[in-house]
């Protein structure tokens, strides 16, 4: 079991990191939320979870053991593999997950892709005593809203992707209307915005 990779980062992509490790480029799937807090060239340790299938072995990264806990204990819930348990964590944090869980919140699962109302009622019964109680106040986690601050982090990120200052400017004023158009943006899912908005220009 591979519990964390540490070492310099070595390439970054929408939705996966590289860190090298004894010389050894490890491939991680990530989240934006934790790609953002990366950078090219600078050291990195990751907390890690190996999800092994009959063709593939895959490595998951993490910012931190809380996000990777999460990440498994989702996985409890039938019909929730990595891939859905990683979109949920790009849209919501560890602890906005709890804290949906805890009070019922049907609307904050659904805004998850790939989960229906049927589907968010059905894991709010599963997981209602396996994510534990929200930690409470504090400082906003990686993937809480951000009514703040939004447009240097999320600046930040694209600059750690490899974008140029001026891609990230442009990036960032795309996608403006969108976190002005809600109360509470998400770095998260306005970096995948940001992204797309790349990607179409290039």
């Known amino acids: 079991m591979i519990a964390f ?3 310099p980062v ?3 992509a929408p939705d996966a990191a590289v860190v090298e ?3 050894i ?3 991680l799937q990530c989240t934006p939320n934790t790609l953002s807090t990366l950078r090219i060239g600078q050291q990195t340790k990751l907390a890690t979870s190996l999800v092994v299938r009959e063709d593939s072995l895959t490595l998951y990264g993490f910012a931190d053991d ?3 806990q999460t990440f498994e204990l989702l996985q409890t819930a039938s019909g929730v593999g990595p891939r859905l348990a990683q979109a949920m ?3 919501h944090s560890p602890d906005a997950l709890r804290r949906a869980v805890a009070t019922g919140d049907e609307k904050a699962l ?3 892709p790939g989960i229906g109302k049927k589907g968010a009622q059905k894991l709010l019964l599963e997981l209602k005593d396996r994510l534990g109680e929200p930690l409470g106040t504090g400082g906003p986690a990686i993937g809480t809203a951000v009514t703040s601050g939004w447009r240097d982090q999320l600046h930040a990120a694209l600059i750690g992707l490899g974008y140029a200052t001026r891609e990230a400017d442009e990036a960032v004023a795309a996608v403006t209307p969108q976190a002005e158009a809600t109360q509470s943006p998400q770095v998260g899912q306005l ?3 940001a992204l797309q908005t790349l990607n179409r220009t290039r």
């Open 110 to 112: 659904t805004a998850v």
């Open 10 to 12: 070595a390439a970054l």
């Open 25 to 27: 480029g490890m491939a």
């Open 89 to 91: 964590l790009a849209v």
């Open 66 to 68: 809380d996000e990777k």
């Open 5 to 7: 990779v540490s070492g």
């Open 191 to 193: 970096l995948k915005a």
């Open 21 to 23: 490790v004894g010389g």
